[in-house]
Structures are given as C-alpha cells and as structure tokens.
C-alpha cells in the first residue's frame, strides 16, 4: 500500500512499466519536461487544455487501455461481501491509484501553469472544515483533496478495519464527498495534463483508471452527473459498450485497481 499523498518518485516508480528498465520514470519525467518547458511558448496566463483541441478524445488514444477485463463484472458487489466493505475497499484503491497518477504529472501541475483548479470550462474552489470557500491553484487543491481522503481512510471510525467496529452512518455520504475530489482529480489530469500523460505513454493507465472508476461509481450512484457532465464527452467516448477496454489494448494484461488495500483484521 502506498503510504502519504505526496508526489514522491517513489510513487512514481511503481507506475513505471517495466520497473527493471534502467531509466527510471523520474528520469523520464525530467527528459519530458524538459521538451514540453521547450515547447509552452507562453508560460504565463496559459490556459491550459480549455482552449486547445481535446486531444483525450481521439479515438486512437481513447481505445488504449492496459487491460482489456470486464468492468462492469469488476465493480459489482460480489456475494458474501458487505457494501460498505466493498466501498470502502474500492474507494481506499482508487485513491492510491489517482494520486499515484496525478503524481506523474505533479511537476507540471504548478501554481503558475495551473493558477485555479480548472477542468475545460469549469472552476471548482475547496471548502475547508468550516465551509469557507477557499481561492487555490490547482496543486493546491488537489494537496487538499489527497490530504482529506488520506485522513478519512485512515480514519478507524470511518473506515473501520478492527474486526467488531462497525461503519458510521455517514459513511456512504462521506464515499461520496471522496469519489467527488478524485474525478476533480482526474479530470484535471485530462483537461489540463494529458499531453505529458500522453507524453509519458501513460494514457493506457489513465483511460483505465477512468473507466474503471466511473464504472464502480455508477454502479453505486456515487458521483451526481451533474458533477461529471465536464466530461461526459470523454466518459461516453471510454465508457460506451461498457468495460471492455473500447477494442484497444496496449496488451500488457495484469488487471485494474484491485481491491485489496482495505481488509478487515479478523
Ligand atoms: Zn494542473
């Protein structure tokens, strides 16, 4: 299991494939980044994605997958396995796996690229504790999501793990609230960051993830459409015919986000 929220190149690694390859994907990121700061001809005030071609819509691109299993047949509750059990399962790994993602990303996502958290036309602001509306930059706000979620999940009253402790009552609300922030997390990974995901050869991993979390998401009515209407243009590009990787493939095979981080001690 991934330990903290922050973009540690050690995260970084586990999503380089393969891991034996000699260069590391740090070094990867460094060589990237050093094309694309190249490339951006007007650092400031940039806007990103908004404006530009969405190039997450392609179909060549859109069909890459790194599996090609059957989602709708992964994210339902299997029998003998509690609900919330199977959520809270499902949402601790999802939020490894966003963060782990967005953490490819993370050096391009800075407060001068990424002034407001911003996907296509949409702004989206935090609220603290209180309920205070609060003005960030987009790493700032998704340092606020990974650091709440991280918080909840190793809460054990709300994700209870002790055998005999049982759920809050709020729990399905607050699974909510996290599915939430991670597709403001993802979906700033696509508006705004998908030329360096695609750069790094990521966007298997990214598709993937997106289907399989929008998939377990509608499965339990966890996401309002309204919220995720931003991208219903790419969630009816990736996730129409169901799970079944869209035809594509990059053929590396090994299966989704499982849904093992989060077993009760018995
Ligand atoms: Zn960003």
Redesign the pocket.
């Known amino acids: 299991m991934l330990g903290g929220h922050s973009s540690h190149p050690a995260d970084r690694a586990l999503l380089s494939q393969p891991p034996k390859a000699g260069l590391s994907c740090k070094m990867v990121l460094q060589a990237v980044g050093k094309v694309l700061r190249k490339s951006k001809a007007k650092p400031n005030g940039k806007k990103?994605a908004s404006e530009e071609k969405k190039a997450y819509l392609d179909p060549e691109l859109a069909k890459s997958r790194i599996t090609d299993c059957e989602f709708k047949e992964l994210v339902a509750l299997p029998r003998e396995i509690d609900l919330n059990e199977w959520l809270a399962s499902n949402t601790t790994t999802f939020f490894h796996h966003v963060n782990l993602q967005y953490s490819t990303?993370?050096e391009?996502?800075?407060a001068e690229?990424?002034q407001t958290?911003?996907v296509c036309n949409t702004q989206y602001y935090w609220y603290d504790e209180r309920g205070k509306k609060v003005k960030c930059?987009?790493?700032q706000y998704?340092d606020f999501v990974m650091s709440s979620v991280q918080k909840l999940v190793t809460d054990e009253d709300v994700f209870p793990t002790k055998y005999g402790r049982e759920f809050p009552s709020s729990f399905e609300s607050l699974v909510k609230r996290i599915c939430r922030h991670l597709f403001h997390v993802l979906a700033?990974?696509y508006s705004?960051?998908f030329k360096e995901t695609l750069a790094l050869e990521l966007h298997g991993h990214l598709n993937t993830l997106y289907v399989h979390f929008i998939l377990f998401a509608r499965e339990f009515n966890l996401l309002d459409p309204k919220e995720t209407a931003v991208m219903d243009d790419l969630t009816e590009v990736l996730c129409s015919g169901a799970g079944r990787g869209g035809g594509g493939g990059d053929g590396a095979g090994g299966g989704g986000p499982g849904a093992q981080n989060h077993v009760k001690e018995r």
């Open positions: 990103p990303v993370s391009f996502c800075t690229a990424c958290m911003a930059t987009a790493p998704v700033h990974i705004s960051h």
